[in-house]
């Protein structure tokens, strides 16, 4: 993807005492065409590009136009000529070589300079360099030939390119894990916020008086739910339906105790042996009881429905609460819609699954999850 040491080669004197290496040439057009197109990436690596810029297809047709005049010389001698003692001698289109390299690098750094803010600064200021360092020591050893100048400025320029790359992608590494790890966190703090934990406390206290065995089964139900929430912190793996279910199941047992006959629950599973990421369904079940279904004075029921498709998988949690305007979710930046946001982007990361929303005031609100047969979703 760099400038190759052949820009040594380009700027030599005319007679040299060994056979020269036809390799060698053909290698700096592979180069200029592999450098051409990794620049061109770098370029545009943070938008999206609908077709590719004049640079890439200006630079690739000069290097090959310049590989296809070297293949032809070797019959027809345009760029050298080797004599009866095996010297090598310069042709009289010779100059071609090094007019194509100083026109792709032109090309190149042109396009670099343009687009700079497209990529970091470091690796801008790199890829400048390797473009740039070899060029001028070569020039410089056609003034002063014996040592290989542009060989050792290349090896400096590569050096140099690889520890920023190395860097870039350290720091990209520890940017992800950060955000993946804050993700975490913020769902768990959806989930488990300190107004249903009091409410919990202060329920399971009431019924330590009046119904003790009662306490004990909240009690059981209640910690099955605080871990599968803490559990979800320690692993991004995926998990099965059927252990959702039962960390849902224990929040409604937890919530059936508060608020009884209010909260009623249906079922209409098809298949449940399938992959899902795990607190998929919980926030949203959380956010339907809380802000749905116990809005209204008489309560309400929640379904939870799941149906396979021939490529995928489709869950809905359906309810018949209060319903709400769907231009809310999207602009509501509170702490009622994290667990949601969360939920939508673990979908697509983890299993390449999407969720909709749709509700309607005084009716009620559906969100559909479809997760993909062929992606992490199947066992």
């Given at each position: 993807m760099?400038?190759?040491s052949a820009y040594t080669l380009i700027y030599i004197p005319t007679l040299i005492?060994?056979?020269p290496n036809f390799m060698t040439f053909l290698m700096t057009d592979m180069i200029l065409m592999v450098t051409t197109v990794y620049i061109n990436y770098r370029t545009n690596l943070k938008k999206e590009i609908k077709r590719k810029s004049w640079y890439i297809y200006a630079g690739l047709i000069a290097a090959a136009i310049d590989m296809s005049c070297l293949f032809l010389s070797l019959y027809t001698h345009w760029y050298y000529v080797i004599d009866e003692l095996n010297v090598y001698h310069r042709s009289y289109m010779s100059f071609m070589t090094p007019l194509c390299t100083a026109f792709v690098l032109a090309v190149n750094l042109i396009n670099l300079i343009r687009h700079r803010r497209n990529m970091p600064l470091q690796i801008f200021g790199s890829l400048c360099i390797c473009l740039i360092l070899p060029t001028v020591c070569a020039i410089y050893q056609y003034f002063n030939y014996g040592i290989s100048y542009a060989n050792i400025a290349l090896v400096i320029a590569l050096i140099n390119l690889f520890v920023t790359v190395m860097a870039e992608q350290g720091k990209n590494l520890a940017k992800e894990t950060k955000q993946s790890d804050q993700m975490a966190i913020d769902l768990l703090l959806s989930q488990i916020g300190?107004?249903?934990i009091y409410n919990t406390l202060g329920t399971i206290k009431h019924l330590c008086h009046t119904d003790p065995q009662k306490a004990?089964?909240?009690v059981d139900q209640f910690s099955v739910y605080l871990r599968g929430n803490i559990d979800s912190l320690k692993t991004n793996n995926l998990i099965s339906f059927d252990q959702e279910m039962k960390h849902i199941n224990a929040y409604f047992a937890v919530e059936k105790t508060r608020f009884g006959d209010q909260l009623n629950t249906a079922y209409d599973i098809e298949e449940s042996d399938f992959l899902l990421p795990a607190l998929t369904l919980q926030p949203i079940v959380e956010n339907a009881v809380k802000h749905g279904i116990c809005a209204r004075e008489e309560g309400g029921t929640l379904t939870i429905k799941e149906h396979t498709e021939k490529d995928a998988y489709v869950i809905?949690?359906?309810d018949?609460?209060?319903g709400f305007?769907?231009?809310q979710l999207q602009n509501d930046a509170g702490?009622?819609?994290v667990g949601m946001d969360n939920v939508r982007e673990r979908l697509q990361m983890l299993c390449n699954g999407t969720m909709t929303v749709s509700s309607e005031k005084g009716k009620g609100t559906a969100v559909t999850i479809i997760i993909p047969k062929k992606g992490d979703g199947q066992k």
């Open positions: 760099l400038i190759t005492d060994e056979e300190p107004h249903f004990e089964e909240t809905q949690v359906k018949d609460g209060v305007d769907p231009d702490k009622i819609h």
